[in-house]
C-alpha cells in the first residue's frame, strides 16, 4: 500500500436551483453516481453530508457553486471512474448543468495516506492552478505529477 493517496476536488456552478426542473437528471442520478464511485477499485473517501452527498456543503461565497471532494489509492483509479464508467455520461453532459467557469475547477493533489482534505485545502489547491498553472502541488490529467517518496 502507498504512502500517499490522491485527493481531487471538482468545483461547477449550477445554472439553476438544485431543485429546478433544469438539473432534475442530475440530480436523480447523484446517489447513483456516488455508489459507483464508491464501489469502483481505488475508491478510498468522499466528501458527503449526511444526506449522503455534498451538495449542500458551502465552500464558496456562491450557493450556486457545488463541490465534489474525494480520495483515490491512484491516478489511474480515478481516470478509470471518470473516463471509463456510466460517470462519464456526467462528463459529457456538464454543459446542460453548469454555467461556463473562469478559472480551475477541477485539480488533484497528492496526501498522505489517511488524512481527509477539507474545502479549505481544496480551494487553496484550485487557486494555486489558476495562479501557477500545473504543478506537483496541484494538477490535472493533462499533466500528471507523480506521488512524493
Not at 459529457?92 to 461556463?100: I, L, S
Not at 489517511?114 to 480551494?123: R, V
Given at each position: 500500500m502507498s504512502a500517499y493517496h490522491l485527493a481531487q476536488v471538482n468545483i461547477g456552478r449550477l445554472i439553476a436551483?438544485?431543485?429546478s426542473p433544469l438539473?432534475?437528471?442530475f440530480v436523480d442520478n447523484l446517489d447513483r453516481i456516488n455508489e459507483l464511485a464508491e464501489k469502483s477499485p481505488g475508491f478510498v473517501w468522499r466528501m458527503q453530508t449526511e444526506e449522503?452527498?455534498?451538495?449542500?456543503?458551502?465552500?464558496?461565497d456562491d450557493p450556486q457553486i457545488i463541490t465534489n471532494m474525494s480520495v483515490w489509492e491512484d491516478v489511474e483509479s480515478l481516470k478509470l471512474y471518470v473516463y471509463k464508467s456510466d460517470h462519464l455520461e456526467f462528463v459529457?453532459?456538464?454543459?446542460?448543468?453548469?454555467?461556463?467557469h473562469d478559472g480551475s475547477y477541477f485539480a488533484m493533489w497528492w496526501i498522505p495516506a489517511?488524512?481527509?482534505?477539507?474545502?479549505?485545502?481544496?480551494?487553496e489547491r484550485?487557486?494555486?492552478m489558476d495562479?501557477?498553472?500545473?504543478?506537483?502541488?496541484?494538477?490535472?490529467?493533462?499533466k500528471v505529477f507523480p506521488?512524493?517518496?
Open positions: 436551483p438544485m431543485d438539473l432534475r437528471d449522503g452527498n455534498a451538495m449542500s456543503v458551502e465552500a464558496f459529457r453532459r456538464r454543459k446542460e448543468w453548469f454555467t461556463r489517511g488524512h481527509l482534505p477539507n474545502t479549505d485545502e481544496a480551494k484550485l487557486v494555486h495562479k501557477h498553472g500545473e504543478t506537483a502541488h496541484a494538477f490535472t490529467f493533462r506521488a512524493p517518496r
